[in-house]
Nanobody, 115 residues
Framework: VQIVESGGGLVQPGGSLSLSCEAS????????MAWYRQVPGSQRELVAR???????IYSDSVKDRFTVSRDSAGNTVFLHMNNLKPEDTAVYLC??????????WGQGTQVTVSS
């Protein structure tokens, strides 16, 4: 299984950025795909999660600013980020998992919000 994120970069406060994550190597669509973020020295934080059976969930810090979605095939997940703030600066990591079994992680993509 391979998880590959893309789309990170530098953006000014108030700007927008979209991330993509493609999961490959699974016979069927992953049940749950999620975006996390991590700042050096801090714990990994759930940003948004989308599954095949429940509506998306978001952390309180990004609700109403970020939108998570999946493509029709189910193994690509997107994170559209609006009104970005400096505190959104982090490495954003994508994960994929079935109902039972391991969780797979990508290497992460850096998002930096700065003027």
């Amino acid at each position: 299984v391979q998880i590959v994120e893309s789309g990170g970069g530098l953006v000014q406060p108030g700007g927008s950025l979209s991330l993509s994550c493609e999961a490959s190597g699974s016979i069927s669509a992953f049940h749950t795909m999620a975006w996390y973020r991590q700042v050096p020295g801090s714990q990994r934080e759930l940003v948004a999660r989308v599954s095949l059976s429940t509506p998306p969930i978001y952390s309180d810090s990004v609700k109403d600013r970020f939108t998570v979605s999946r493509d029709s095939a189910g193994n690509t997940v997107f994170l559209h980020m609006n009104n970005l703030k400096p505190e959104d600066t982090a490495v954003y990591l994508c994960s994929a998992a079935q109902v039972i079994g391991p969780t797979y992680w990508g290497q992460g993509t850096q998002v930096t919000v700065s003027s």
